[in-house]
C-alpha cells in the first residue's frame, strides 16, 4: 500500500511568483485536504476537496486554489507568492466515510525570497 | 469556531519518566480530539484519537489520552518516556461533520534527557 507523497520537497521562489504544489493520495483515499505550517506553528486548514470540488476553505485568500484529479490526486496553487507564504504544505488524505483518519504526507517546504 | 491551546510550548522529561502534555479545547458541538507527532522533516503521524465512545484512549507507541468533558481537556500522557519519543506533538480538534479540517494547538516540543 502506497503512502500519501508530495511534490517537491523543497522550493523556493520569489514575491509574486505563482507555485503549484502536488499531492498523491493514499490508494482508495478519495478526500484530500491541505494545510500550511508555517515555523514553530501548528498547520493551518487552507481547503479540503472531495469529488473532484472544493468541500469547505479556512481562512486563507482566493489566490490560494486546488484541483483534485479524478485519480484523487491533487495539487494547490498558489498565485502572487508573498514573503509570509513560506511554510511546509501538507496534505492530508483520507476515505470520505472516515475522514477522522487522516494521513498526511512529508511535505512541500516553500520559502518564498 | 473551535480552537485549542496546548500548555507549554517546549517538555523536557528523563528517560523513564512520565510523559504529559497537556491540550484545552473549545468547540460549541461535540467533537473530535486527535494527537499527532512529527519528528523533523516528516509530516505528521496519528498518535490516536477521540470520536466517541470510551473516554480513555490508547494510541500506538504506548501513548494515551483522556477525553474529560467537564474539563474541556485531553492530555496525553506516557508512563515511561524513551529517547525515540522526542518530537513535537500537536493536539487538533475538528466537529463531527468536517473531521477531516481539523483545528491544530501550536505543538509542544517534547525532550528526552537520557
Known amino acids: 500500500e502506497t503512502g500519501v507523497t508530495q511534490s517537491p520537497t523543497h522550493l523556493i521562489k520569489t514575491r509574486g511568483q505563482q507555485v503549484t504544489l502536488r499531492c498523491s493520495s493514499q490508494?482508495?483515499?478519495?478526500?484530500v485536504s491541505w494545510y500550511q505550517q508555517a515555523l514553530g506553528q501548528g498547520p493551518q486548514f487552507i481547503f479540503q476537496?472531495?469529488?473532484?470540488?472544493?468541500?469547505g476553505r479556512g481562512n486563507f485568500p482566493p489566490r490560494f486554489s486546488g484541483l483534485q484529479f479524478p485519480n484523487y490526486s491533487s495539487e494547490l496553487n498558489v498565485n502572487a507568492l508573498e514573503l509570509d507564504d513560506s511554510a511546509l504544505y501538507l496534505c492530508?488524505?483520507?476515505?470520505?466515510?472516515?475522514?477522522?483518519?487522516?494521513?498526511f504526507g512529508p511535505g512541500t517546504r516553500l520559502l518564498v525570497l | 469556531a473551535q480552537s485549542v491551546t496546548q500548555l507549554g510550548s517546549h517538555v523536557s522529561v528523563s528517560e523513564g519518566a512520565l510523559v504529559l502534555l497537556r491540550c484545552n479545547y473549545s468547540?460549541?458541538?461535540?467533537?473530535?480530539l486527535f494527537w499527532y507527532v512529527q519528528y523533523p522533516n516528516q509530516g505528521l503521524q496519528l498518535l490516536l484519537k477521540?470520536?466517541?465512545?470510551?473516554?480513555l484512549v490508547k494510541g500506538i507507541n504506548g501513548f494515551e489520552a483522556e477525553f474529560k468533558k467537564s474539563e474541556t481537556s485531553f492530555h496525553l500522557t506516557k508512563p515511561s518516556a524513551h529517547m525515540s519519543d522526542a518530537a513535537e506533538y500537536f493536539c487538533?480538534?475538528?466537529?463531527?461533520?468536517?473531521?477531516?479540517?481539523?483545528?491544530f494547538g501550536d505543538g509542544t516540543t517534547l525532550t528526552v534527557k537520557p
Open positions: 492530508a488524505s483520507s476515505f470520505a466515510s472516515a475522514q477522522e483518519t487522516q494521513y
Open positions: 468547540s460549541s458541538v461535540p467533537p473530535y
Open positions: 476537496y472531495y469529488r473532484e470540488e472544493e468541500n
Open positions: 490508494s482508495g483515499h478519495n478526500t
Open positions: 487538533a480538534v475538528s466537529d463531527r461533520t468536517n473531521a477531516g479540517k481539523s483545528t
Open positions: 477521540y470520536t466517541t465512545g470510551a473516554t
